[in-house]
């Protein structure tokens, strides 16, 4: 199972402090086959790379620009320099970038190029709650898919992040079965082996006993939960026990 850990824009270098109880946690049994990836803002990801130096703690960065090559980009990150930090992962497609304008096909390039840098890719789908209470799920999930993976072969290195608008920071989650549905949805629009998928939304250390129920997935993707080491490390935990 993988937990990923999005710090969005959250830390500042005394955060590094409170990872001590995380790599700990991570050299210990009580991990069991868990894989930590945290992807904390940008600024953090080389003194997270120094901190997790001895443990299996995997890091990502939680966006970049989508140009394969170095440019006259003022302000951006392109796949390459994250890939050069140190960090393996990037988040792409987060629901709160596509709200500030993102489309499918700059996802999609996006994607294409962070594949290229050899970082693995958590792309991020999900419908708002208009589209979900207009029963658009199925047709917004397919369209992002289809779009945003066009021409994209699917190995190991694409992850899929399941986040419904409406769950992302308010607390509520789908009921199990809808869930369950719709992962079940997701897996089978892929011909061959489809990726890994995460639900995101809201997991904290009390709906993860509901959550870990859901054996399809292959681990979640969490934002306000894992800015607490402690919480962070309690949802781990349950999802084992
Ligand atoms: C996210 O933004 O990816 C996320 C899952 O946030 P939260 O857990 O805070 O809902």
């Avoid at 199972?1 to 700990?24: D, E, P, R």
């Avoid at 003022?74 to 890939?83: E, H, L, Q, V």
């Avoid at 993976?149 to 699917?154: G, M, P, T, Y």
């Avoid at 892929?190 to 006993?209: A, D, H, M, Q, W």
């Amino acid at each position: 199972m993988y937990f990923v850990a999005n710090w969005k824009m959250f830390g500042n270098y005394k955060s590094i402090n409170t990872l001590n109880k995380v790599i700990k946690f991570s050299k210990s049994k009580a991990i069991k086959k868990g894989r930590l990836i945290y992807c904390p803002p940008y600024t953090l990801i080389s003194s997270f790379f120094k901190k997790f130096e001895n443990c299996l703690i995997d890091l990502g960065a939680q966006n970049c620009h989508e140009s394969e090559d170095y440019g006259s980009h003022t302000g951006f990150i392109n796949s390459k320099m994250i890939k050069s930090t140190g960090a393996n992962y990037v988040i792409l497609g987060h629901s709160e970038n596509r709200k500030k304008g993102e489309s499918d096909q700059l996802i999609n390039t996006k994607i294409k190029n962070a594949i290229k840098a050899k970082l693995k890719v958590i792309f991020c789908i999900g419908e708002t709650l208009i589209e979900k209470k207009k029963k658009k799920t199925k047709a917004v999930l397919s369209k992002q898919i289809k779009l945003g993976l066009k021409k994209i072969k699917i190995s190991s290195n694409i992850f899929i992040a399941y986040e419904p608008v409406w769950s992302i920071g308010t607390g509520d989650i789908p009921k199990s079965i809808e869930l369950e549905k719709t992962v079940q949805f997701i897996k089978k629009k892929f011909k061959g082996k489809p990726p890994k998928i995460l639900y995101g939304g809201s997991v904290n250390t009390e709906n993860i006993k509901d959550l870990k129920k859901i054996t399809i997935l292959d681990g979640f993707l969490i934002g306000g939960a894992s800015q607490n080491s402690k919480k962070f490390i309690d949802i781990v935990k349950k999802t084992y026990n």
